[in-house]
């Protein structure tokens, strides 16, 4: 599910099968990004399994911050760009349970 317009293309099983033999090069990388993928999928069936909301939560903050964030003062700060119902379509729950979990996390310091 696509979280803004998004625009497809199509391409047929035999022309990828065609072009993934007349580029080894561009097969090989292809490969890679799918096991990349299974992977991550791999560990978000294990993270939505095994933490509470709270947890899924705390790592996907520390994902963020890993990829956008910045250090002030001895801490990572960076802007929270998704909303709370994209976060709970990452995370699992509900956006009301994300809502509570987020101000749980707020009042921690």
Same mark, same amino acid.
């Given at each position: 599910?696509?979280?803004?317009d998004?625009n497809t293309?199509f391409?047929?099983?035999? #022309?990828?099968?065609?072009f993934c033999l007349?580029h080894?090069?561009?097969?090989?990388?292809?490969?890679k990004?799918m096991?990349a993928?299974?992977?991550?999928?791999?560990?978000?069936?294990?993270?939505?399994?095994f933490?509470?909301?709270?947890?899924?939560?705390?790592?996907l903050?520390?994902?963020?911050?890993?990829?956008v964030g910045a250090?002030?003062?001895g801490?990572?700060s960076f802007?929270?760009?998704?909303?709370?119902h994209?976060?709970?379509?990452?995370?699992?729950?509900?956006?009301d349970?994300v809502s509570r979990?987020?101000?749980?996390?707020?009042h921690? #310091?």
């Open positions: 599910m696509a979280e803004e998004t293309l391409i047929g099983k035999r #022309d990828m099968c065609q007349d080894p090069t561009f097969m090989f990388k292809a490969l990004l096991a993928r299974v992977r991550r999928h791999a560990q978000m069936v294990e993270i939505l399994s933490h509470e909301v709270g947890q899924r939560l705390a790592l903050l520390l994902a963020r911050a890993q990829l250090p002030v003062s801490r990572t802007q929270l760009s998704l909303p709370n994209q976060i709970a379509t990452r995370i699992g729950p509900v956006w349970v979990a987020l101000t749980r996390l707020q921690m #310091d």
